[in-house]
């Protein structure tokens, strides 16, 4: 039997762990309303396992501050380039850039540029309300969709009067999230997680800190264990190189993948800030949220973010439901004497469990994933901007082609890749 239509193509970039989880249940959501899509790209694990075609795993050059990004800037250029020749020979029904907007916004503008007819969604607007607010005029003149996680990213662009089309999707944690019971927690022994990130640069940060502070705490209450969540197997691999090169003076685990079940079982989180904070307010476990960046990174940072704090379920509640121990704050006497305190006061972990409930209520909505996959299904089914037969002819895109690496380093500067990760997650 011939098919009466061809196969929808699409092409998904994502260079994080968060974005890799995002666009894997994204892959589904789109499957389960076009069987037959096809997926090609740049993402993770999970992305491919969901079966997107991967170019590479854009997540093991996952890096987030100024000095990192320049660090890395030839092989993320010479990725850049590959992913751009990719889109132009693929021509996919859509390309969807899942968050990483350092790296995703000027591929955004180059695909714009060489290809103006093809139909672009980014996905998880990047932090405009918190510093360079200036991406949004980049992100109209770039892209045909906006797909948000938080009801008040929507609001931020229509109160600028964006002429951008943007649509609230909701997060997709709440497509991972059982409707189980909590699990009761035994008496005896209480599970700490320590989450010291998923980027490999922010684990070496943070990860010594951690450590001395659980060595600090265990040596106080016998009762306490840890545990250290990886998103993915590669990312077991280097935490455990971590493990031998800083020693172990505590009883810690580790566990691949399954977050929210793991963390549904501790009793305390301390975390790097991004997702996993999310995740511990969306099971009601108690957090401390710790962060430390490159000296140079958190200084440009201190100039240009306008937002009062870096965990996203205290910017929803607009007050520090979770203590925030940065920079310089942040010492393994700190960490472990915040955390004792926390888990010797019942009452105050109780009354964060409910403020961080509180906080999620208003978006604590399944379905994020199918959402997004229908306004993505939607924009793939409307003609073209400019078909190649019209304004664009082939022999003009041809020619963009012929152009080479030249036209699109121009763009992808290594200003360009480090902007937006002088400010961190």
Same mark, same amino acid.
């Given at each position: 039997?011939?098919?009466?239509?061809?196969?929808?193509?699409?092409?998904?970039?994502?260079?994080?762990?968060?974005?890799?989880?995002?666009?894997?249940?994204?892959?589904?959501?789109?499957?389960?309303?076009?069987?037959e899509?096809?997926?090609?790209?740049?993402?993770?694990?999970?992305?491919?396992?969901?079966?997107?075609?991967?170019?590479v795993? &854009?997540?093991?050059?996952?890096?987030?501050?100024?000095?990192?990004? &320049?660090?890395?800037?030839?092989?993320?250029?010479?990725?850049?380039?590959?992913?751009?020749?990719?889109?132009?020979?693929?021509?996919?029904?859509?390309?969807?850039?899942?968050?990483?907007?350092?790296?995703?916004?000027?591929?955004?503008?180059?695909?714009?540029?060489?290809?103006?007819?093809?139909?672009?969604?980014?996905?998880?607007?990047?932090?405009?309300?918190?510093?360079?607010?200036?991406?949004?005029?980049?992100?109209?003149?770039?892209?045909?969709?906006?797909?948000?996680?938080?009801?008040?990213?929507?609001?931020?662009?229509?109160?600028?009067?964006?002429?951008?089309?943007?649509?609230?999707?909701?997060?997709?944690?709440?497509?991972?999230?059982?409707?189980?019971?909590?699990?009761?927690?035994?008496?005896?022994r209480?599970?700490?997680?320590?989450?010291?990130?998923?980027?490999?640069?922010?684990?070496?940060?943070?990860?010594?800190?951690?450590?001395g502070?659980?060595?600090?705490?265990?040596?106080?209450?016998?009762?306490?264990?840890?545990?250290?969540?990886?998103?993915?197997?590669?990312?077991?691999?280097?935490a455990?190189?971590?493990?031998? *090169?800083?020693g172990?003076?505590?009883?810690?685990? *580790?566990?691949?993948?399954?977050?929210?079940?793991?963390?549904?079982?501790?009793?305390?989180?301390? *975390?790097?800030s991004?997702?996993?904070?999310? !995740?511990?307010?969306?099971?009601?476990?108690?957090?401390?949220?710790?962060?430390?960046?490159?000296?140079?990174?958190?200084?440009?940072?201190?100039?240009?973010?306008?937002?009062?704090?870096?965990?996203?379920?205290?910017?929803?509640?607009?007050?520090?439901?979770?203590?925030?121990?940065?920079?310089?704050?942040?010492?393994?006497?700190?960490i472990?004497?915040?955390?004792?305190?926390?888990?010797?006061?019942s009452? !105050?972990?109780?009354?964060?469990?409910?403020?961080?409930?509180?906080?999620?209520?208003?978006?604590?909505?399944?379905?994020?994933?199918?959402?997004?996959?229908?306004?993505? &299904?939607?924009?793939?089914?409307?003609?073209?901007?400019? !078909?190649?037969?019209?304004?664009?002819?082939?022999?003009?895109?041809?020619?963009?082609?012929?152009?080479?690496?030249?036209?699109?380093?121009?763009?992808?500067?290594?200003?360009?890749?480090?902007?937006?990760?002088?400010?961190?997650?």
């Amino acid at each position: 039997m011939t098919r009466s239509h061809p196969r929808k193509k699409f092409y998904l970039v994502a260079g994080e762990p968060s974005g890799d989880t995002l666009g894997a249940l994204l892959i589904e959501a789109l499957r389960r309303q076009e069987p037959e899509a096809v997926f090609r790209g740049a993402g993770g694990p999970k992305m491919a396992a969901a079966g997107q075609r991967q170019t590479v795993d &854009l997540t093991k050059h996952a890096v987030v501050g100024l000095v990192e990004v &320049l660090r890395h800037y030839p092989e993320l250029r010479k990725l850049f380039h590959r992913l751009v020749r990719e889109v132009e020979a693929a021509r996919p029904d859509a390309v969807v850039l899942i968050d990483y907007p350092g790296f995703n916004l000027r591929l955004a503008r180059v695909l714009r540029r060489r290809l103006p007819w093809i139909r672009i969604v980014f996905y998880v607007s990047p932090q405009v309300w918190a510093w360079k607010s200036g991406r949004a005029e980049l992100l109209s003149e770039s892209v045909d969709e906006l797909l948000v996680l938080f009801p008040f990213e929507k609001e931020w662009y229509a109160q600028r009067g964006s002429s951008l089309s943007v649509s609230w999707v909701g997060h997709p944690l709440w497509d991972r999230l059982l409707s189980n019971e909590m699990p009761t927690l035994p008496p005896d022994r209480q599970t700490i997680a320590l989450l010291p990130g998923s980027r490999e640069s922010e684990i070496q940060r943070h990860l010594p800190l951690l450590l001395g502070a659980a060595a600090q705490m265990q040596k106080q209450r016998e009762d306490l264990d840890f545990l250290w969540i990886v998103p993915d197997l590669r990312r077991e691999a280097f935490a455990r190189a971590q493990l031998a *090169l800083y020693g172990l003076e505590c009883s810690l685990r *580790l566990r691949v993948g399954y977050p929210l079940s793991h963390l549904s079982r501790c009793r305390l989180a301390l *975390l790097c800030s991004g997702s996993a904070s999310l !995740e511990c307010a969306a099971v009601g476990t108690p957090q401390i949220l710790v962060y430390k960046a490159n000296p140079i990174t958190y200084t440009v940072a201190k100039r240009v973010v306008r937002v009062r704090f870096l965990s996203m379920v205290n910017l929803l509640a607009d007050s520090e439901i979770i203590p925030e121990l940065v920079q310089e704050r942040l010492s393994p006497d700190e960490i472990a004497h915040a955390a004792l305190r926390l888990l010797a006061n019942s009452v !105050e972990r109780a009354r964060m469990v409910e403020a961080m409930g509180a906080a999620l209520r208003p978006i604590a909505e399944p379905g994020a994933s199918a959402r997004a996959a229908s306004r993505i &299904l939607a924009l793939a089914a409307r003609p073209r901007k400019t !078909e190649e037969t019209g304004e664009t002819k082939k022999s003009t895109v041809d020619g963009r082609v012929r152009q080479g690496a030249r036209e699109v380093g121009e763009e992808s500067t290594a200003g360009s890749f480090a902007s937006d990760a002088a400010a961190g997650p």
